[in-house]
């Protein structure tokens, strides 16, 4: 079956005082997926946002929203923008009730009282809000008052839902409240959910598609497994830092601060370390794993996060166990060097 196309970028550019933000060839988001947009700080992942919410025009190319070409004089990103939600980290309320800010929208738009109230009290249900509507908003934790932006959202029923890092600052608890809203959303409703992370582990067990983005562009190859640190010399031997206790060797001419990347499929899980010039082995617990339709993703705690992809055959195969030790083995050339200053 086809999938209905609700976003369709042509050769969109994005600029800010004659600099370049975005630069996108093609790229399109499909009715009811939930995808996530991957990357460092300044990668273009809230510029992106902000062209899919309407709020900005491109600098140069074509944005069609359900195959309806936009910004062209006819006026019809106007229309097109009451189907689209946008919510920014942190968020602004009112000060008022979480019920008003819940409901804020909908009255805005005329619907009836019994609706209002009949959308409040479902949004709270979803949101894990329930005994909150005379709670005022403002002085809720962070982690709440985000959900209430999202309830808020939601109480729209938009088709689109745009989520620009919706956990970033938020603790543990609150992180997993509304990553498990972004699920059940996801799950019981039919809208396209677009959300940006820096979390490589957050945006595989959400998204069912990932966008890495860097530098304005989207990357042509998997946006996994992403990390900072600092290249050094280990007895001519070259390896990455990346904190205290975590680091790995990498095929690397230059020194100095780096941000690097590891394509899941180049990663072989073991239950046996492995001693081998160029090879990496690094200790890992297995802490998740997401089934999908040609793969199994699996993600692991290595010191740091750490995903691999798996095919079907050898996750039977190998049978891998929540909560088991195993070992994960990577050559040195399949770490990829995205970014490094040599005078850093």
Known sequence: MT???????????????????LAIPELRFYQGETCALVGPNGSGKTTLLRLLALIDRPTS???LFDSVPLWNGSGRHIQFSRRITMVSNPPYLFNRSVAYNIGYGLRVRGASRKHVREKIQEVLNLAGLEGFERREARKLSSGEQQRVALGRALALEPDVLLLDEPTASIDREHTKEIES???????????TIVFSTHNQHQADS???????LYEGRVEDFIYENLYAGV??????????????TTGFEVSASALGVAQVSIDPRDIIISRQALNSPGANCLPAKLTGMSMHDSSVKLLLDAGV???????????????PKLGENLYCIFDATAVRIIKNDKNA
């Open 206 to 212: 959400l998204a069912q598609r990932v966008i890495p």
């Open 305 to 319: 996060p750490l995903t691999v992809i798996l095919s079907h055959e050898l996750h039977r195969q190998f049978g």
């Open 3 to 21: 999938r209905q196309i609700i976003y369709q970028l042509e050769n969109v550019t994005r600029s800010y005082g004659g600099t370049i933000a």
């Open 231 to 244: 290249i050094v010399d280990d007895k001519g031997t070259h390896r990455i830092t990346l904190n205290s």
């Open 181 to 191: 809203f972004i699920e059940k959303v996801g799950a019981q409703k039919s809208m």
């Open 61 to 63: 190319g074509r944005l």
